[in-house]
């Protein structure tokens, strides 16, 4: 890694996060780049690209959630420090990444670059996804009652994550395939998916 990008990363674009929902603040930011890095070894890539890609990925949420993907690759491409340590050819295939992570496209990612940043960014962990579905619920819906994040919960996690859902899965080396029977095998069991909620929701809220 090239620690002149690193420390500049870190300084300027990581502390942005903070002003993001629960679900997509430093600690998610965090955790797809370490992903991110991890799958890297898999493949003949660019690690230095790799970690950059990760790390812009969600800086477009500053402008909104809907084009927040297409936002993050313009913010990277428009970032002028980046070409100390990248060709403009480099720069245009971390914008294509950034702008291809989003779950709900309905492309695949245009190069590999796009499909290890977007594998990442999955983070199928059972409880973390819960956990994300109510931190986001809870800030950009706060007028909900508990019964309506619940549902509103429960019909995210359907849309996106049962069989036939939204979310691709893109990189043979990530553990996320197994990772989402184990979430599906949670949805299917009503009892126990409402106790998750119930825990995670207390922690989250106090109450």
Not at 153 to 171: D, F, Q, S, T, V
Request: aromatic content about 8%; overall charge negative.
């Amino acid at each position: 890694m090239n620690k002149e990008l690193e420390a500049y990363i870190e300084r300027r674009i990581i502390p942005r996060y903070d002003h993001f929902d629960r679900a997509h603040g430093i600690d998610h930011v965090r955790t797809v780049i370490a992903q991110s890095l991890a799958l890297a070894e898999h493949y003949p890539v660019d690690r230095d690209m790799v970690y950059t890609i990760a790390a812009y990925h969600d800086t477009g949420l500053a402008f909104g959630r809907e084009r927040h993907h297409l936002d993050a690759g313009r913010i990277l491409a428009e970032d002028n420090e980046l070409r100390r340590w990248f060709s403009p050819e480099q720069i245009a295939t971390m914008r294509e990444a950034a702008e291809d992570h989003r779950a709900s496209l309905d492309h695949e990612p245009r190069t590999l670059y796009g499909r290890i940043v977007a594998e990442a960014d999955r983070v199928i962990d059972p409880e973390t996804i819960v956990r994300r579905t109510i931190q986001y619920g809870l800030a950009n819906h706060p007028a909900l009652g508990r019964e309506e994040q619940y549902a509103r919960c429960r019909e995210h996690l359907r849309k996106k994550y049962a069989e036939g859902g939204y979310l691709r899965l893109w990189i043979a080396e990530s553990d996320n395939a197994r990772r989402l029977e184990e979430l599906r095998r949670l949805m299917r069991d009503g009892r126990r998916l409402r106790e998750t909620f119930e825990c995670i929701y207390a922690e989250e809220t106090g109450r």
